[in-house]
């Protein structure tokens, strides 16, 4: 009798994980810059995490990721803001904005090849 081993943490038991599973992790990954324009761009992530998070450990890893990250963004903003008395902040804050839509598209596209994506200096906050 042969029994199915589960390689990984995705859904099938496959190492690869599945398309719909792609597309989530790409939609972690890219709906914190859509979550941006109202200004809590880790709404997103954790809007994701939540929900298909639940369906799979794959996409609940993706949505980790960017979640952290976007908590780091939001973070680097608020300095960034805080640093604009002193104006120092004016050029921070395009760089730490330039810098999460970058590596944010880099992230989704290794997403949706089913490849795993760590942001680097990250913290993660969210394990």
Not at 37 to 47: D, Q, T, V
Not at 57 to 74: G, H, M, R, S, Y
């Amino acid at each position: 009798m042969e029994t199915q081993q589960q390689v990984g943490s995705f859904i099938t038991g496959s190492p690869v994980p599945t398309a719909d599973e792609k597309t989530w992790g790409m939609i972690a990954h890219l709906s914190g810059l859509a979550a941006s324009l109202i200004g809590f761009s880790f709404i997103g992530p954790l809007i994701v995490m939540l929900t298909k998070g639940k369906e799979s450990p794959w996409v609940e890893q993706q949505a980790k990721e960017a979640l952290n990250f976007q908590i780091v963004v939001f973070g680097a903003m608020i300095i960034s803001i805080g640093l604009m008395a002193v104006l120092v902040g004016f050029c921070l804050a395009p760089l730490v904005g330039l810098a999460a839509v970058v590596l944010s598209v880099v992230a989704g596209i290794k997403a949706n090849n089913g490849e795993m994506y760590r942001y680097p200096a990250n913290i993660r906050l969210i394990k």
